[in-house]
């Protein structure tokens, strides 16, 4: 278990969550701006970037350029058996903005979807085929253009301000959970092991 500590944060506290790597596409300059503008409405606001990857020195730079030391916090590295178990806090929202940087990236299903999932955590995703696939079939979350700032922005907002859509799309992440889990999918793998 990867435990992110409670000291940092109140029961009002409303995180924006990046489970991943650091790497490029991944949305994480977008985050900061996002954090940037909505930390002026929201006084308990925060962005947890929970990870490792190649620009984590680059990110620690951009926090303190853009003097986000308050709201933006670093944990990690993490491994994928590892659940991460969360602060208590009023709200916790997912990120899964990937950028259309290739066919890999639009064609993509990040683990960080399931990750959320198995938190339940409702999230601000991506509108990309298999990105989409899942969260339109369970109503997960909210599908963005990552281009487009004031979509990811305006999403966020909603998830925010909109209680009871939050705690619809958390319920859904339920429902979803006790399908997709490898308990679940070793039964449809037999299957297709004995029609062979």
Known sequence: MFVIPQKFFSPDSILLVYFGL???????????TLIEKLR?????????LIGKGELKSEIENEIKKRNLQN???IFGPYSPEQYILMPSVKKIIGLCVIEPLGLSYFYSLPNKVFEYIQHQIPFIASDFPEIRSIVRKYNLGILVNP??????FSATLELIINDDLYENLKQNCKIALNELNWES???KFHEVIKSL
């Open 40 to 48: 002026h409405e929201f006084a308990n606001i925060k962005l947890l």
């Open 147 to 152: 281009t487009d700032f004031e979509n990811v």
């Open 185 to 187: 999918e070793i039964e």
């Open 71 to 73: 709201e933006v916090l």
């Open 22 to 32: 650091f790497h490029p596409g991944r949305g994480l300059n977008l985050y900061f």
